[in-house]
């Protein structure tokens, strides 16, 4: 059989690990938090979220087409927003405001409320003794502040050369002070113009570095607000006016696995913990029931999905193409779609489809009607059929993972008959002139 070679991207990214796990035996072994959601579950932190999808596109951003991008600054431009979405999220902000002072007030007149109502002898504080060395020590160390004509004041904590302005400044007070002993009038004028000469210098140095650290954070908590445009008949980028405003109330991006993806990081991976929603931490045992119980066809779609990371494939949801999966060499940044997967349970003893398995009704009319998108698309109809076992339970409550060794997948590829591919070249004889 020949099968087609898939349909390579123009991108300028380079493969990364299939899987969000690292190799290297000096490394430990990296672990991702899920919180549980009503289809599959969701990862919040931020480099979690890029680790889990960079290495194996597991995921899609609650915001995004994949990859987890909202909100954040492309091309050296804050992200760009609609006015009317600008607006929402200014009301957004005040109504919180609002809510958390009406909270602040009620806190205080609670705790205003308390301490009326504690009795004398609890408000007696305890005494608390100071050591006298303390103070000694305290006092010394305030004589060699003051002895000292360093101005620590103006060195900042964020600074990276702190420890070096630190340096430069006691030796210039040291100089400063040997100077001033043995020094008349004239040394006095040169050292106080050099010291003002220094604290321009500093004073320099510090704006630009204030300057830098501001080129650098210009984007950050900053949107590009354009007009609204509802219309199409209007000359809408003739009268455009974009303005940069305050992000205001920002909006966090979460990174949703299905109940597929978070099976197996779970189990296939061991690199995920999932968060209950009443914040225990589930077990692959219960996380298998749950999940079970959500969706009918878990069972039979997780055994497919396993199977087909298993075989170096990244498997990706195909509701857009009207099958179950979608397989995408090296990643959906890297290459188009591969196969259309359509799903089917079949005995494993007869081989014969069990029709109350499927999620779909597969009819001619559907099969024709899928083959001409996939052609339009470029794609092909892979169906995937997974062998039931007889010594498994259709019952969902009486299996567990370790079933799943027990499974096989048989494929079986969908392609239409072209008469001009598959006839065979007949010779055609020529007529002798003589037959005349």
């Not at 990859?67 to 009301?91: D, T």
């Not at 370790?402 to 020529?430: A, C, G, M, Y």
Request: charged content about 30%; aromatic content about 10%; overall charge negative.
């Amino acid at each position: 059989m020949d099968l087609r070679e898939p349909k390579r991207k123009r991108t300028k990214l380079k493969p990364r690990l299939p899987f969000p796990i690292l190799l290297n035996e000096t490394q430990e072994w990296p672990m991702y938090t899920a919180h549980l959601t009503d289809v599959g579950s969701c990862i919040i932190e931020p480099e979690e979220m890029t680790a889990v999808h960079s290495m194996g596109f597991f995921g899609k951003g609650s915001l995004s087409r994949s990859y987890p991008s909202f909100g954040k600054a492309r091309y050296g431009a804050p992200p760009v927003v609609r006015n009317r979405q600008w607006l929402c999220r200014q009301k957004w902000l005040k109504e919180v405001q609002e809510l958390n002072s009406t909270e602040y007030k009620d806190d205080k007149a609670i705790a205003q409320y308390e301490e009326r109502n504690i009795p004398d002898e609890e408000n007696i504080g305890d005494i608390i003794e100071i050591p006298s060395n303390s103070i000694e020590n305290g006092s010394k160390r305030r004589n060699e502040i003051d002895t000292k004509n360093t101005e620590i004041d103006e060195v900042t904590l964020d600074s990276a050369e702190e420890d070096d302005i630190c340096v430069i400044v006691n030796r210039d007070s040291i100089q400063y002070d040997n100077a001033e002993s043995s020094s008349s009038t004239h040394d006095d004028k040169n050292s106080s113009e050099d010291r003002l000469e220094e604290e321009d210098h500093w004073k320099l140095y510090n704006d630009f570095k204030n300057d830098c650290m501001n080129e650098d954070d210009d984007q950050h908590g900053k949107l590009l607000v354009l007009p609204d445009s509802d219309s199409d008949t209007e000359n809408y980028l003739k009268n455009i006016k974009p303005k940069i405003e305050n992000e205001g109330f920002p909006i966090r991006e979460a990174l949703h696995l299905t109940f597929e993806e978070t099976f197996f990081l779970l189990f296939g991976l061991g690199c995920l913990q999932l968060i209950h929603f009443d914040g225990s931490l589930l077990d692959i045992n219960s996380a298998w029931l749950y999940f079970c119980k959500e969706k009918p066809d878990f069972i039979q779609k997780y055994v497919v999905y396993h199977y087909y990371r298993s075989k170096g494939w990244v498997v990706k949801p195909g509701l857009k193409y009207g099958g179950d999966f979608l397989l995408y060499k090296e990643g959906p940044s890297f290459y188009h779609a591969s196969y259309i997967v359509i799903i089917e349970v079949a005995d494993a003893d007869s081989l014969v489809i069990d029709s109350t398995m499927s999620s779909r009704s597969i009819t001619w009319n559907n099969l024709f009607g899928l083959e001409r998108l996939s052609e339009t698309a470029a794609k092909e109809i892979l169906f995937a059929q997974v062998l039931w076992p007889s010594s498994v339970s259709r019952d969902i409550n009486m299996t567990n993972p370790e079933i799943l060794s027990e499974f096989t997948v048989r494929e079986l590829l969908w392609r239409r008959w072209n008469p001009k591919q598959h006839r065979e070249d007949i010779p055609i004889e020529e007529e002798d002139e003589d037959s005349y």
